[in-house]
């Protein structure tokens, strides 16, 4: 048996789809000088984030990764310096939401964060034992299945960590 009102969807969007090629070929004979390529990064994790730190990631920031997408030299994490030959149109760090900047507060030392109860499972004693990164880490994934953790909600914490991301979309 033969669905009427399928058939006719599926007829429907053959013929919008020819238009659209149709359109679209008419467009491309004529030329179009606004259709311009843009490159950029849209996905980049910074220091600020939980995984992008425990992978070794402790010195490039958000502001590194702006520096690095308008062509200026930036400390890789392992200590070199590093540069693109050509600047980005665009780009997006995409650091994680949950707990941002608060492993990177918690391992400088002298930093409020750091001085935390709630902070101390968070701190790297050695960040090249692999055994105390898996620890760090294995403690960061069981928070996925507890309620947040509000010592690191405060407007204190998580204001300071905004507060240092607008300054640098600012500058």
């Known amino acids: ?8 969807l599926l007829v429907g969007a053959m013929a919008c789809s020819a238009w659209v090629l149709a359109a679209a ?34 010195l490039t920031g958000p502001d590194d990764a702006l520096k690095y ?10 200590g070199y310096e590093i540069k693109i030959e050509q600047p980005l149109d665009w780009m997006g760090v995409t650091d994680h ?3 941002v900047g608060i ?18 499972p968070l701190i790297l004693k050695d960040p090249n034992n692999p055994a105390d990164v ?11 299945s507890k309620p947040p953790i509000k010592a690191f909600m405060t407007p204190q914490v998580a204001g300071t960590v905004w507060k240092e ?7």
Do not use: C
């Open 1 to 8: 048996m033969v669905n009427h009102s399928r058939s006719a």
């Open 25 to 58: 070929s008419i467009a491309s004979a004529q030329g179009n000088p606004d259709r311009n390529a843009y490159f950029g990064e849209q996905h980049i994790h910074t220091s600020w984030s939980v995984d992008a730190w425990l992978f070794g990631n402790h």
């Open 69 to 78: 997408a308008q062509g200026q030299a930036i400390k890789h994490p392992l």
């Open 97 to 99: 939401s949950e707990y």
């Open 103 to 120: 492993t990177k507060q918690a391992n400088t030392p002298g930093s409020p964060v750091s001085k935390m109860p709630e902070a101390q």
């Open 134 to 144: 898996a620890k760090v880490f294995a403690y960061l994934v069981s928070l996925v």
């Open 165 to 171: 991301n607008v300054k640098i979309a600012d500058e």
